[in-house]
């Protein structure tokens, strides 16, 4: 039997957190998230489990006197905010990281299916949109928590190949998604190119950024001592350096500064950002670092 990407138990711990966006989109509803209790011209699409907070208003009391447990009616309102989350499956996703650890690859589609679970329980509807030098066949999730099984098989389904080109994807992605909305980037953002002025160009198109970045531990300091041969996962040139612990931090020193940029550009364009090692746990990422851009 095939390995679930996330377990039950760590699924029913998402029910409570939420995909939020900062930004008001015109012609849009909501500036943040669209409520879904019962109204007028409110569909009805699922049951979740209540919470302590949530409002009495929406809960099934029909249901309550039936099971005694308390479930919270569902509705879609629209128009809705598009939310795209692009997962890097270029193969730099799988070099970085160190044995004990998953690699970034294995990572980011664990965490693309809890985002994805986040936004269906809510009843948003997610593009799971993989990319490396272009845009691949993407996969809408949409319709409930019910339809979860296929965007985990989607994304269990995903192999990482190619090498990055952020350029190239973006001018893709501006073309093919005229309409704003929320671009949830999961991705080492490791290009051989600049990744920062296309970044900057989705930003320019009224897009909100929320970026995840990823790295192994040896991303961010890499090990070893001496002359080494190295080997580039995407294009397979090799590098041949001497390192030592001068040079192994002014590496680390320039990584961060990388990801310091990163930040700026998120947060100077209204947008968030996060960023971890693989080595922690996923759920700690979760209910850490990323839940803590998300205001959840």
Known sequence: MTEPLVDRGFLERLERLTLHWQKSFNGLVGGHNVSRFSGPGQEFLDHRNFHSGDDLRAVNWRAFMRF??????MFQVEPRVPVRLLVDVSASMTA???PKHMNKFDYARKLAAALVYIGLVRLDSILLQPFSSKLLDPFMASGG???FQPAENFLRGLTPAGKTNYL?????????????????FISDFLDDGDCFRPLQYI????HELLFVQLWGEEDRVPTGQGEMELSDAESGELLKIALDE???QSYTAAFDEHAASLRKLSIR????YAGFSTSIPLEDAMFGPLMMVQGN
Do not use: C, W
């Not at 005694?68 to 009616?73: D, G, I, M, N, Y």
């Not at 930003?203 to 009224?206: K, L, T």
């Open 246 to 248: 001068a040079s192994r």
């Open 145 to 147: 928590r019910h339809r």
């Open 96 to 98: 970085g990281h160190a």
């Open 269 to 272: 364009n209204g947008g968030r």
């Open 203 to 206: 930003a320019d198109f009224g």
């Open 168 to 184: 190239e994807m973006t001018r893709q992605f501006l073309s093919e998604y005229p309409q704003r909305g929320l671009v949830i």
């Open 68 to 73: 005694e447990k308390l479930f919270l009616k």
